[in-house]
């Protein structure tokens, strides 16, 4: 078993910047490979982002490219997702998610282990 808790979301305006934290207990982090997902309302959860278990592969849909960061500190049994540029549309519930495999996937029925999620609005 995995537990995950995420934190760090919040109200921000467009153009501003937030970072989410997704701390994990129970089994070794390290051999799970995690993403981030998140859910808009009245719309189904889509993929943001994923890193692989090393940290050396990283993924992300086309709407974040270039604006949001995705890393982890396995020491911390942590992972990241820093969001810049931020958008009204970013406007979402975010999840964290884990994958007990090393190879990262994007598909959200391929993930294991999910947090409560944390919201963020971005304001015009």
């Known amino acids: 078993q995995v537990q995950l808790v995420e934190s760090g979301g919040g109200l921000v305006q467009a153009g501003g910047s937030l970072r989410l934290s997704c701390a994990a207990s129970g089994r070794t982090f390290s051999v799970y490979a995690m993403g981030w997902f998140r859910q808009a309302p009245g719309k189904e959860r889509e993929f943001v982002a994923a890193i692989s278990w090393s940290g050396g592969d990283t993924y992300y849909a086309d709407s974040v490219k270039g604006r949001f960061t995705i890393s982890r500190d396995n020491a911390k049994n942590t992972v990241y997702l820093q969001m810049n540029s931020l958008k009204p549309e970013d406007t979402a519930v975010y999840y964290c998610?884990?994958?007990?495999?090393?190879?990262?996937?994007?598909?959200?029925?391929?993930?294991?282990?999910w947090g409560q999620g944390t919201q963020v609005t971005v304001s015009s």
């Open positions: 998610a884990a994958d007990y495999s090393l190879v990262v996937v994007t598909s959200d029925g391929d993930y294991d282990y």
